[in-house]
């Protein structure tokens, strides 16, 4: 009787033995789960769309670097070229008036309607055309060397991979102070008002930079270099006008250092 409960103890502690495992577990799963983080679902990726029509190469999808450069070239030169040659005549258009009242000629009504339209556009004061005004037009209406031009635009822009290039063909980095009239930039301080400008062309974009150069207050020490190297007779060089873009960057002479550098490794590419 005795060895028959001893038998039926060590059968009941097995039975339990055996069932241990799966009586368990369940709260320890429960508390497991219960501390373990829920996953919080991605949120979607946000495709910023264009602001304009312009089919705008890939520039960040060309991997090799001699071929990305030659192909941003192609793309911003002929506007630069076409920007400086639209300058050339009316630089022309103000030599021969500032000729004309030299030699005590007068200037025709055609001449002046033009010649108004021209300080209109570069922010003089056309109340008055005088020998005076027409020679400080001068300092205003003149080119921009497109060695310059381009790699500022290629320095602005990463190559044209930049937001703001491909989402506002801004090549330049400028900006505007309308509410609405470009982009905003992600790291702007609260405070701040300013957007970085939207161009419906590449040509836009290309006219307002040779405009700001040349009307900036900012950029008064450029133009008076340009001049002085017309005066000398000597060519407009790039890496001597690049001195006076030094508030066009908070860098400064770093960025003007930088310029010059990209200018001297770029130079192959310039007459292609």
């Known amino acids: 009787m005795q060895v028959r409960i001893i038998k039926l103890l060590i059968a009941l502690v097995s039975i339990w033995a055996l069932s241990y495992p799966f009586i368990y577990p369940t709260s320890s799963l429960q508390t497991a789960n219960e501390k373990s983080p829920t996953k919080q679902p991605a949120k979607p990726k946000v495709v910023e769309k264009p602001l304009h029509n312009v089919n705008l190469p890939n520039f960040a999808a ?19 070229i076409a920007e400086n040659k639209l300058i050339k005549q009316q630089r022309a258009t103000v030599e021969i008036a500032l000729m004309m009242l030299q030699a005590d000629e007068p200037l ?12 209109d556009y570069y922010r003089l004061d056309s109340s008055e055309i005088s020998v005076v005004s027409l020679q400080n037009a001068l300092q205003h209406v003149d080119i921009i060397p497109k060695e310059l ?3 500022q635009a290629a320095n602005e822009s990463a190559w044209g991979t930049s937001r703001f290039a491909r989402i506002g063909l801004n090549f330049f980095g400028q900006w505007c102070y ?34 700001n150069i040349n009307t900036h207050d900012a950029y008064s020490e450029l133009r008076a270099m340009r001049a002085q190297l017309r005066a000398q007779k000597l060519p407009i060089e790039a890496t001597t006008l ?20 990209m200018i001297r490794h770029n130079k192959d590419y310039f007459d292609e």
């Open 62 to 80: 060309i991997r090799d670097v001699k071929e990305k450069k030659k192909r941003f070239f192609d793309f911003i030169k002929p506007h630069v």
């Open 108 to 119: 025709t009504k055609a001449q002046l309607k033009k010649l108004r339209t021209i300080f």
């Open 149 to 151: 031009a381009l790699m």
């Open 178 to 211: 309308k509410k609405g009239c470009g982009m905003v930039p992600k790291q702007r301080d609260d405070e701040a008002a300013h957007e970085v400008a939207a161009f419906q062309s590449v040509r836009d974009a290309v006219k307002s930079y040779f405009r």
């Open 242 to 261: 690049t001195e006076g873009l030094v508030a066009y960057s908070e860098r400064g002479d770093a960025y003007v250092e930088e310029l010059n550098d």
